[in-house]
C-alpha cells in the first residue's frame, strides 16, 4: 500500500532556484494539502485542494505556488528558494466520503536552502 | 496566537504505566480533534479522534477525553511500551474548515524500559 508518496526525499537549493515537490496518493482522495514543519513547531498548512483544478491558501501560503492537475497528485513549487523555506515539507489527503478531517501523510522532504 | 497548545515540550515515563499527553485550545468553532504520533524521519500517523458531541473515545490502549468548557483534551496510554516513544501532535478542526487542520507544538514521549 504505497498511500501518499512524496518525491524527493531530500533536496538542497541555493537562494533563488527553484523546484517542485511532488505529492501523489493512491487512495482516490478529494482532499490534499501541503504542510512545513520547522523545529519545535507543529505542521503548519501552506496550500490545499478540495479537487481536482482547485486550489486555496493555507496559513503560510507566500513564496510558494500550487497546482492540482490530476486527482492523485498536489504539486508545491517554489519560485525563488529563500533560506526562511528550510523545513520539512509534509503532503497529506483525505477523503471527503470516510472522514475528511482526518489526514493522511507522506513521509516528508527535508528541504535546505543555502 | 497558538490557537492549538501543547504546553509540555517532552515527557518521560516508565515502561508499564500510564501517560497522559494534555491539549489546551483557544478557538470555541473547533468541532473535531485529532491525535497524531510521529517518528523520526517519518510522516504523521494518525492515532485517534474525537467529535465535539463526545467526551470520551477509546481504541485499545488509547483514550483521549474532551473538556469543551475548559478547551482541554488530553490523550491517555495505558499500559505505555517503549515502542509508544515518538512525538504526539494535538490537532484539531472547526466545521467548515474543509478537513484544515491547526497542530500543536507537539509533546515528545519517551518509555523507558
Known amino acids: 500500500n504505497a498511500g501518499v508518496t512524496q518525491t524527493p526525499k531530500f533536496r538542497v537549493l541555493k537562494t533563488g532556484q527553484s523546484m517542485t515537490l511532488l505529492c501523489a496518493q493512491d487512495?482516490?482522495?478529494?482532499?490534499m494539502y501541503w504542510y512545513r514543519q520547522d523545529p519545535g513547531m507543529g505542521l503548519r498548512l501552506i496550500h490545499y485542494?478540495?479537487?481536482?483544478?482547485?486550489?486555496a491558501k493555507g496559513e503560510v501560503p507566500d513564496g510558494y505556488n500550487v497546482s492540482r492537475l490530476k486527482k492523485q497528485n498536489f504539486l508545491l513549487g517554489l519560485e525563488s528558494a529563500a533560506p526562511s523555506q528550510t523545513s520539512v515539507y509534509f503532503c497529506?489527503?483525505?477523503?471527503?466520503?470516510?472522514?475528511?478531517?482526518?489526514?493522511?501523510f507522506g513521509a516528508g522532504t527535508r528541504l535546505s536552502v543555502l | 496566537d497558538q490557537q492549538v497548545k501543547q504546553n509540555s515540550p517532552s515527557l518521560s515515563v516508565q515502561e508499564g504505566r500510564i501517560s497522559i499527553l494534555n491539549c489546551d485550545y483557544t478557538?470555541?468553532?473547533?468541532?473535531?480533534f485529532l491525535w497524531y504520533k510521529k517518528y523520526p524521519a517519518e510522516g504523521p500517523t494518525f492515532l485517534i479522534s474525537?467529535?465535539?458531541?463526545?467526551d470520551k473515545n477509546e481504541d485499545g490502549r488509547f483514550t483521549v477525553f474532551l473538556n469543551k468548557s475548559a478547551k482541554h483534551l488530553s490523550l491517555h496510554i495505558v499500559p505505555s511500551q517503549p515502542g509508544d516513544s515518538a512525538v504526539y501532535f494535538c490537532?484539531?478542526?472547526?466545521?467548515?474548515?474543509?478537513?484544515?487542520?491547526?497542530f500543536g507544538k507537539g509533546t515528545k514521549l519517551s518509555v523507558k524500559p
Open positions: 478557538n470555541s468553532m473547533f468541532d473535531y
Open positions: 497529506a489527503s483525505s477523503s471527503v466520503a470516510v472522514a475528511k478531517n482526518i489526514q493522511y
Open positions: 490537532a484539531a478542526s472547526g466545521w467548515g474548515s474543509q478537513g484544515n487542520l491547526i
Open positions: 487512495m482516490n482522495h478529494e482532499y
Open positions: 485542494s478540495v479537487g481536482e483544478g482547485t486550489t
Open positions: 474525537i467529535s465535539s458531541i463526545k
